[in-house]
T-cell receptor, first 115, second 115 residues
Framework: AQTVTQSQPEMSVQEAETVTLSCTYD???????LFWYKQPPSRQMILVIR??????QNATENRFSVNFQKAAKSFSLKISDSQLGDTAMYFC????????????FGEGTQLTVNP | GAVVSQHPSWVICKSGTSVKIECRSL??????MFWYRQFPKQSLMLMAT?????????EQGVEKDKFLINHASLTLSTLTVTSAHPEDSSFYIC???????????FGAGTRLSVL
């Protein structure tokens, strides 16, 4: 069965600094997708970034980038130039190609950006 | 703009009554929608997969007769919490999967409080 693990329940960072959130996963499939979702205090889930497992190049979206290590089954999120609005719960998620769009979520990491 | 509309955002009901939550896909036809439950400071727990025109697929441990799901059209799925009790109080979130983009879009969630 697929699993997603986020080992950092809470993290904090100073505004304008860089922070990295960790995620490891396990799957027996060769084709899958990995996601980072953000859930701010409003509780609306927002897609931050998406990575296709068959692509070696790490995905980037403005200040957000990932370090995808397929062999190690690791998928960390780096947030550069942290902003107060980045304060949120961040969830790592795995979608196997044969799962019919089902997502498996990690436990989440609460990130606080301090002024 | 919003891809998924979820209504209501907050509902308070008396113990023993039933509550219906609606999830609408605004941008595309969705043969599959998902219903999640989230307790405070915890991850999203998949309750069921809603399939258009057929019965929903429930996750292990989720009571089918308690959480009724209807997916009568390609843009609407409903979750009815029947005979609600205080332990059903939680945050319920729906999502719609885009097979073209392999992305799930989430509704804003419904906070259910059962008195």
């Amino acid at each position: 069965a697929q699993t997603v693990t986020q080992s950092q329940p809470e993290m904090s960072v100073q505004e304008a600094e860089t922070v990295t959130l960790s995620c490891t996963y396990d799957t027996s499939e060769s084709n899958y997708y990995l996601f980072w979702y953000k859930q701010p205090p409003s509780r609306q889930m927002i897609l931050v970034i998406r990575q296709e497992a068959y692509k070696q190049q790490n995905a980037t979206e403005n200040r957000f980038s990932v370090n995808f290590q397929k062999a190690a089954k690791s998928f960390s999120l780096k947030i550069s130039d942290s902003q107060l609005g980045d304060t949120a719960m961040y969830f790592c998620a795995l979608q196997e190609e044969t799962s019919g769009s089902r997502l498996t979520f990690g436990e989440g990491t609460q990130l606080t950006v301090n002024p | 703009g919003a891809v998924v509309s979820q209504h209501p955002s907050w509902v308070i009901c008396k113990s023993g009554t039933s509550v219906k939550i609606e999830c609408r896909s605004l941008d595309f036809q969705a043969t599959t929608m998902f219903w999640y439950r989230q307790f405070p400071k915890q991850s999203l727990m998949l309750m069921a997969t809603s399939n258009e025109g057929s019965k929903a697929t429930y996750e292990q441990g989720v009571e089918k007769d308690k959480f009724l799901i209807n997916h009568a059209s390609l843009t609407l799925s409903t979750l009815t919490v029947t005979s609600a009790h205080p332990e059903d109080s939680s945050f319920y979130i729906c999502s719609v999967g885009s097979k073209a983009k392999n992305i799930q879009y989430f509704g804003a969630g419904t906070r259910l409080s059962v008195l």
